[in-house]
């Protein structure tokens, strides 16, 4: 039994117990080999399945969840930038969970070996420090990130106008819609406000510089003005493109044995029951 299970049993106060984990992935796997947003990405996680409390039971969570942002919502804000006047952009929030604290039960983790500081060796036989930041893996880290997120869009000026649209919010002052999904962010609005929008963002929350739409959320945004047939002037267009998603999807149902004849059977079967 470690010294924080014995604390905690004498005061009858409650704590979680879990390990951290290292894991190294492929972000965006669909894209072409030289595309710069296909890269490897590494990152420590919280196993949330494997968390147990001072009694060595199964830990119960507030279960906050997250609501991110729909595509509906996403494809509305292309639309609200392709107006006259507008733009639009997006940023990535840097390590966006651990940006917010983690609250509620007290939380105590494993670190691997290998991560251990020099001193530790030989000292301690299982050493745990206090979680204190809302790492990726915990149960309730997106709800607490969505709350840091909110509290501080708010605290700028933004506000939540529309009910039934999570993670979207409106500035009234600027004329800015800002769209949420998770630590993707997409902004859309007059042109000489997108920098103003930007800039209060950014007063509490940590991002990469925000650049022209393109990959977002798996699909390919392409923007260009075309004429229209009848209509005098330019129009702003924006194509979705989500072929080379598709395209990975499909390969990776063939490289587990499904035949292209497997694949356009059950491709048709969905589409019937839509």
Known sequence: MTHVEREAKASGKEVHFGRVHELCFEKNPELAPDNPARK??????????????????????????????????????????????????QADATAAYTQAELKGTETWVELPRHKWPTQWEGKFSRPCCPLLLALYGHPDAGGYWEQHCENHLLSVGFSCPFPDWPSCYWHENLGLFLVVYVDDFKLAGPVGNIPKGWALIRKGIKMDDPTAMGLYLGCEHHQSSESVSGLPGMFHVVN????????????????VGWSTLQVQESCHAFQGRC
């Open 40 to 89: 490897f990405k590494g990152r420590v996680v919280f196993l949330g399945n494997q968390v147990r409390d001072q009694n060595w039971e199964m830990a119960m969570f507030q279960e906050l969840g997250s609501n991110p942002a729909t595509m509906g919502a996403s494809k509305a804000c292309d639309c609200f930038a392709s107006l006259v006047g507008n733009a639009g952009g």
């Open 240 to 255: 979705w493109d989500m072929e080379s998603y598709l395209r990975n999807t499909l390969e990776t149902y063939l490289g």
